[in-house]
């Protein structure tokens, strides 16, 4: 449903809801970093906040730890409005960009420190437990006695992990927590991080401008724009379906083309192109003739061939070839079309071949596998 010129969230039927944003907005002085969010946060759920820089996920996620309060609307957690609870108060847990672990302390002393602080006191050997418990979740069994800067980063990131997670929160936040790793451990401890929340069943949110993070890891993707929420929905969902250009743009990669609606129904719409082409799509939402359009087709979906045109097929010549392992790039350009990307994968073209620079091809996709979107 679309409301105000954002996507509002469907239910997600059967799902206890552990924590909720109902008409949050948030400002700085002058800048509205939030804009009237509403969002339905679920118990076990995996959801990330994934927008670019500036777009107010980590604004939203500091309103869910009690960091900041909102400057309308409330935030609920186990449906009790927790505006003015503070942070520590809070079931809620946050792991950090930069960790924020004591770099004076031990592995140990720092998974520990927050049960330390619990009034009335735990007992020396329940602290000792259950570190040694968090420890042996994150693969950090004997390094117990370490300091922090004996640690490389990935290390330093599950001791940051344990930390949250020792103290059994309902709900775990997680800024940025991979941004400082390469990639090769990034990939590692996505999968790690999954694990992880399957075993324990704690809600997690991320907060992350990683499209791959967000899709790779999420049961949910909240996509953020200008302080607002555009669309939510599973990963799959927002790439086979985005409800507008950014979306599409922001979640993967397509090609768009620029045109207005000539002829649409509920299943099938025709779009005439800026240089007189008609091209037939799938419309997400609803539109009317002569409205400002853009055909999405994602790359993936476009097929490269030799042969002779036809009126279903587009002459297009090769403009750059970049070979990236399990599918190989294209840049072609139409006469009039201009540039567009086709991703061919591997074993297409082990069985077809490959194609080089400067071939003149037949570029084609399905219509269905044409999006007909809102340019935003």
């Known amino acids: 449903m679309k409301t105000e010129g954002y996507t509002l969230e469907t239910e997600h039927s059967g799902d206890n809801v552990v924590a909720e944003l109902r008409g949050v907005s948030k400002k700085f002085g002058d800048v509205l970093a939030a804009d009237n969010l509403n969002l339905r946060i679920h118990e076990g759920e995996f959801l990330s906040f994934l927008g670019p820089s500036g777009c107010g996920k980590t604004t939203a996620l500091r309103m869910l730890a009690g960091f900041e309060a909102p400057t309308r609307g409330d935030v609920l957690l186990d449906g009790e409005v927790v505006n003015d609870l503070d942070a520590h108060h809070r079931p809620v847990n946050m792991v950090f960009q930069h960790y924020a672990l004591f770099p004076h302390l031990t592995v140990a002393q720092n998974v520990g420190y927050g049960l330390k602080q619990r009034r009335p006191r735990v007992p020396k050997s329940t602290i000792a437990a259950k570190v040694q418990e968090v420890l042996e979740l994150v693969r950090l069994v004997g390094f117990q006695d370490r300091r922090i800067w004996e640690m490389s980063g990935g290390q330093q990131q599950r001791v940051a992990l344990a930390r949250a997670i020792v103290n059994e929160p309902k709900m775990l936040l997680l800024d940025e927590p991979m941004a400082a790793l390469d ?56 790439y086979d379906r985005p409800q507008s250009r950014y979306v599409a743009g922001f979640v993967g990669t397509s090609n768009f083309f620029d045109g207005k609606i000539t002829r649409t129904s509920a299943m099938s719409a025709s779009v005439t192109l800026e240089n007189g082409m008609t091209v037939k799509g799938s419309p997400v939402g609803d539109f009317f003739k002569g409205q400002d359009v853009c055909i999405s087709v994602r790359p993936e979906q476009i097929t490269l061939s030799h042969g002779m045109g036809n009126k279903d097929t587009l002459s297009v010549t090769v403009q750059n070839r970049i070979f990236l392992g399990e599918h190989t790039e294209y840049l072609v350009k139409h006469e009039t079309l201009g540039e567009f990307l086709v991703l061919a994968p591997r074993q297409s073209e082990l069985s077809d071949g490959t194609f080089n620079t400067g071939d003149t091809l037949q570029a084609s996709w399905d219509a269905g596998s044409a999006l007909v979107l809102d340019r935003d």
């Not at 899709?215 to 909240?222: I, K, N, Q």
């Open 183 to 238: 990639r090769k451990l990034r990939k590692e401890m996505q999968i790690e991080l999954q694990n992880i929340q399957r075993t324990l069943g704690i809600t997690f949110v991320l907060v992350t401008h990683d499209q791959e993070e967000a899709l790779s890891m999420s049961d949910r993707v909240c996509i953020m724009r200008d302080g607002r929420i555009v669309q939510v929905g599973s990963p799959r969902d927002l």
